[in-house]
């Protein structure tokens, strides 16, 4: 029996609906990406009003969690050697550069110009630079030999001051999240930081950038939110040694310091329109001055170092 030959109709595809995946963007506490422990999230909206992406609020318990993770890698951190840390901070500004695209676009959906994006993009990158060829240099230009009038020598050293908490300017996305940041671990310290209120986008896919390179984790902690809400709590906790604060009013100075006083930490507040960011003086803000006194041994008048 024959059959015949029979033509098969191609099924047309189905449309495809696309369905918006929003994007949650993640704290960064000891190399991984939590939730804020309080739930509670805020919805960031694009330069024309639309929404963009969820930013977590963060909580007094976030910010504690992360001082307990900077604590404890400060212990290793503070004793990596300097060259080292150097080769680190060039390897973020090489990753940071592969990634051009992605932060340019973020900033763009933010409200800034392309031009604008481009502009701090590559100046964040150069900050990066900069700073890595410090790592190794600031000992030695602000270490010193100091005259004495007894058989000793006198040598003065810069150590890192420890935990350090941030409160980054909100003006920018990327750059002065960077300002809050990198001096610190340069010097061999560790940092909480609190991102940029109003673009606060950069400094968490900053943290991608940092969990896939060579920074330790627990060296650079990110928290997003509201600075009204935890300022108090980064200037007043106990096992910060340094708060630092970027732009921000006079009034809320004279408070914070208030607080910070209470275990004597370091506090200093930069103005981004007054304040020379590529200058290892940011640096040496968080770093202690140790002086060590070495005995020379006299024999019949004459003295020989050890």
């Known amino acids: 029996m024959a059959v015949k030959n029979a033509t098969t109709q191609p099924k047309s595809q189905p449309e495809r609906i696309e369905i918006p995946v929003n994007k949650t963007y993640k704290i960064f506490i ?24 969820n930013v977590c609020l963060s909580s007094r318990k976030d910010f504690r969690n992360a001082v307990v993770a900077a604590r404890a890698a400060h212990q290793s ?3 990596r050697n300097a060259y080292n840390k150097s080769q680190i901070v060039y390897r973020i500004a090489e990753m940071l550069q592969q990634k051009e695209s992605l932060f340019v676009t ?6 800034y110009t392309s031009l604008q994006a481009t502009k701090e993009f590559n100046q964040s990158v150069d900050f990066l630079v900069y700073y890595a060829g410090w790592c190794d240099k600031y000992i030695q230009v602000f270490s010193a ?4 009038a007894s058989s000793h020598f006198n040598f003065s050293l810069p150590e890192p001051t420890g935990v350090v908490a941030a409160l ?4 920018t ?3 002065g999240f960077l300002k809050a940041v990198v001096p610190a671990i340069c010097g061999g310290n560790t940092v909480v930081a609190l991102a940029s209120e109003t673009y606060p986008l950069c400094a968490v896919s900053l943290a991608e950038v940092l969990a896939t390179s ?11 939110g509201k600075r009204a809400e935890l300022q108090s709590h980064f200037a007043s906790h106990m096992d910060v040694n340094a708060f630092i604060a970027w732009d921000i009013s006079e009034k809320d100075q004279v408070d914070l310091v208030k607080v910070a006083s209470e275990n004597v930490k370091r506090t200093y507040f930069y103005e981004s329109e007054k304040t020379k960011e ?4 940011l640096i040496m803000d968080l770093q202690e001055i140790k002086t060590t006194w070495h005995p020379i041994e006299v024999i019949s008048g004459t003295s020989s170092g050890y």
């Open 278 to 281: 590529m200058s290892p003086d």
């Open 173 to 175: 996305a990327l750059l």
């Open 145 to 148: 030999v100091n005259p004495v």
């Open 168 to 171: 980054a300017e909100n003006k």
């Open 77 to 79: 951190w503070q004793y």
């Open 214 to 224: 060579d920074v330790p984790p627990g060296i650079i902690n990110i928290l997003t």
């Open 106 to 111: 973020e900033m763009e959906q933010m409200g």
């Open 30 to 53: 000891n190399g991984a990406f939590p939730r804020t422990e309080s739930g509670r999230y805020t919805e960031l909206k694009d330069g024309k009003g639309d929404f963009l992406a």
